[in-house]
């Protein structure tokens, strides 16, 4: 294959972001563009000189090498069967879903096909991160505290939580994709929202949720995510293991240990543009480093809902681990989900 036809489902942000980065490369061709939103795929469509299509069966159609899934987390499923269905290699923005029914689904349909999928959890790139995982190599991690202390993002339906999932699910997925990286798969989850939507209209998710977690490793952990503020104050983690204190962010790691304390910068565009790259060197078939597939997409979308669950139930949720755990909650039921363990 000499130049990848990608084919962007989806024109908000995100979507604008992806188009940038992959008409950035000599082999991509931006083939077209479909959203609900016709005005909004004509204007990503012009700006880059691609083609707008009426929806997703046009778009596929058309012949793409390749399909963006960057749509908001309670419009993925119908977009993602379809491609699926045309055998077409398919990258998908996180969250992956607004609940795990619709995630799980989708998951078996993309390993019965065998697809090529990327997922976009684009901190996996950060070269930092591969230094910290070099860091905790031959050390025991024994606790993990993560952090994603944020506003409202300016879009109307992120304060709903059939509509976005919630500050865990929406914003600090890229926490706890690192978390499950670097410290391992969690077991048990506590946690508690404050009960009270941020002050936007038809809001319904809580502004603040506090979580702890333990991990298969023994090590314990904590989670906290806020919506209340007017700017992005911490989006990270914190590392302690024997020794070692790491503190990691999508602008850098601060390391401390008996030699002191250094600080390596990191890129976060440089990142973004990688999990691009490798995700079109994958469909090419130059390249094998997609990080992210849908599968390992899934498994911390069920740790941010199991989060999301225990606020919600004020319970304990224990996640089951190995190569057939499977949970089915959705975040707005009333009783416990199947496959969770729900403590008294």
């Known amino acids: 294959m000499r130049t ?4 962007l489902v989806g024109a908000g942000g995100v979507a604008q972001r992806h188009a940038k980065v992959l008409t950035g490369f000599e082999d991509v061709e931006l083939l077209g563009v479909t959203d609900v939103a016709r005005d909004a795929a004509e204007a990503l469509a ?12 046009a778009l596929l159609a058309a012949g793409p090498d390749a399909v963006y899934v960057c749509v908001p987390p309670f419009a993925h499923g119908p ?3 379809a491609v699926i269905a045309a055998g077409v290699p398919m990258f998908v923005e996180k969250p992956v879903a607004v609940d795990l029914e619709t995630a799980e689904r989708i998951a078996d349909l993309v390993q019965q096909r065998g697809l090529l999928t990327g997922v976009g959890h684009h901190w996996r790139y950060l070269h930092v991160v591969e230094e910290a995982r070099r860091l905790l190599a031959d050390r025991p991690v024994r606790m993990v505290n993560g952090a994603w202390l944020d506003k409202v993002p300016p879009v109307a339906w992120w304060a709903r939580r059939d509509r976005s999932g919630g500050p865990v699910v929406e914003q600090a997925a890229h926490v706890l994709d690192l978390v499950r990286l670097l410290v391992g ?4 989850v506590t946690a508690y929202g404050d009960g009270t939507p941020p002050p936007v209209e038809g809001a319904d998710i809580d502004s603040v949720t506090a979580a702890t977690l333990r991990f298969a ?10 919506c209340v503020l007017t700017w992005k104050h911490r ?24 030699d002191g304390e250094r600080h390596l910068p990191a890129d976060p565009d440089g990142a973004r543009v990688a999990v691009d790259r490798a995700f079109v060197d994958a ?8 990080r992210v597939p849908y599968a390992e997409a899934l498994r ?45």
């Open 300 to 344: 911390t979308q069920r740790l941010a809902l199991a989060v999301a669950e225990s606020a919600r139930t004020g319970r304990s949720v224990a996640l089951p681990t190995g190569p057939a755990a499977r949970l089915t909650p959705a975040v707005a039921d009333a009783a416990p989900a199947e496959g969770v363990t729900v403590d008294a």
């Open 185 to 188: 798969e969690a077991t048990e």
């Open 4 to 7: 990848c036809r990608v084919g």
């Open 46 to 57: 012009g700006t880059h000189g691609a083609r707008t299509f009426a929806d997703v069966d």
């Open 217 to 226: 490793s023994g090590a314990v952990g904590t989670l906290t995510a806020a």
């Open 283 to 290: 469909v090419r078939g130059v390249g094998d480093d997609v």
């Open 235 to 258: 989006a990270g983690l914190e590392i302690l293991a024997d020794g070692l204190a790491l503190s990691l962010a999508e602008d850098g790691l601060t390391i401390r240990d008996a």
């Open 79 to 81: 977009v993602e069967e």
